[in-house]
């Protein structure tokens, strides 16, 4: 049996060797999405060592939400449009066990959606939208830490 600690700092004993998973939510259709993306990027540098699973979500100013490893580069938020063009569209959803995940909305014919597990979203967002609870309760609504 593995020992691995959560966000708070907790020991847990895990049966299975997977990663934890952390969403780290951030933008927005605040004034204040610059900002949330710096602490988005800051946080990603902070769990780069972690034992965690680290995925970005993304929304757009426009309310898209969008995930994919292109995200997780600080340098690639200085043009909007190619995040938004290498993004991969996405949503929340819950698996066929009930869990929570983050499933990517691939369109096409041999395009395969990607599906990943939720342990605990860290919300980054700065102004409506994020500090006035509302995306907290869709999480909760989503039974996701």
């Given at each position: 049996m593995m020992a691995t600690a959560d966000i708070a700092g907790n020991i847990?004993?895990?049966?299975?060797?997977?990663?934890?998973?952390?969403?780290?939510?951030?933008?927005?259709?605040?004034?204040?999405?610059?900002?949330?993306?710096?602490?988005?990027?800051?946080?990603?540098?902070?769990?780069?060592?972690?034992?965690f699973e680290i995925r970005p979500l993304y929304i757009s100013k426009t309310g898209k939400w969008y995930?994919?490893?292109?995200?997780?580069?600080?340098?690639h938020?200085?043009?909007?449009?190619?995040?938004?063009?290498?993004g991969v569209p996405c949503t929340l959803a819950h698996n066929e066990y009930s869990k929570p995940v983050?499933?990517?909305?691939?369109?096409?014919?041999?395009?395969?959606?990607g599906e990943y597990a939720i342990d605990v979203m860290l919300i980054a967002?700065?102004?409506?939208g994020g500090e006035n609870g509302s995306f907290q309760g869709l999480c909760e609504i989503f039974n996701i830490p």
């Open positions: 847990r004993l895990n049966n299975n060797m997977g990663k934890k998973s952390v969403v780290i939510a951030f933008g927005g259709v605040s004034p204040e999405h610059e900002v949330s993306v710096l602490t988005a990027m800051q946080a990603l540098s902070a769990l780069e060592e972690s034992p995930t994919g490893d292109y995200l997780l580069k600080l340098e938020y200085k043009n909007l449009d190619k995040v938004i063009d290498r983050l499933r990517e909305l691939k369109t096409g014919f041999l395009k395969k959606s967002f700065h102004g409506s």
